[in-house]
């Protein structure tokens, strides 16, 4: 299933980078890498996380305190916020 970022998520998910890129060299990088890992896992496996209410799923991002809240929708999942987990939104 082919998996789209709204440009919300993009922006939230740039910030992460480079806010943990700016603690330790590479860090940001690894978390890209689990973002990818469970893009992956949501792209074979869409229904697999827990609908937090109104078709909307979050997926749990291994060792950052971030989730992506998707939905499925004609066959493409969209991503429409990458969030920190311990931290309010705006």
Same mark, same amino acid.
């Not at 922006?11 to 700016?22: G, H, I, P, V």
């Not at 609908?51 to 749990?60: V, W």
């Given at each position: 299933?082919?998996?789209?970022?709204?440009?919300?998520?993009?922006?939230?998910?740039?910030?992460?980078?480079?806010?943990?890129? /700016? /603690?330790?060299?590479?860090?940001?990088?690894?978390?890209?890498?689990?973002?990818?890992?469970?893009?992956?896992?949501?792209?074979?496996?869409?229904?697999?996380?827990?609908?937090?209410?109104?078709?909307? *799923? *979050?997926?749990?991002?291994?060792?950052?305190?971030?989730?992506?809240?998707?939905?499925?929708?004609?066959?493409?999942?969209?991503?429409?916020?990458?969030?920190?987990?311990? *931290? *309010?939104?705006?």
């Amino acid at each position: 299933m082919k998996v789209r970022f709204s440009s919300a998520a993009d922006r939230e998910l740039l910030d992460a980078f480079d806010s943990y890129d /700016q /603690q330790s060299t590479g860090l940001g990088d690894s978390l890209i890498d689990e973002v990818d890992r469970v893009v992956h896992r949501i792209a074979h496996y869409p229904e697999s996380c827990p609908d937090m209410g109104n078709g909307i *799923r *979050r997926a749990l991002i291994n060792r950052f305190p971030y989730g992506l809240w998707y939905e499925i929708e004609a066959g493409t999942i969209i991503v429409y916020a990458v969030s920190h987990l311990h *931290r *309010r939104p705006r």
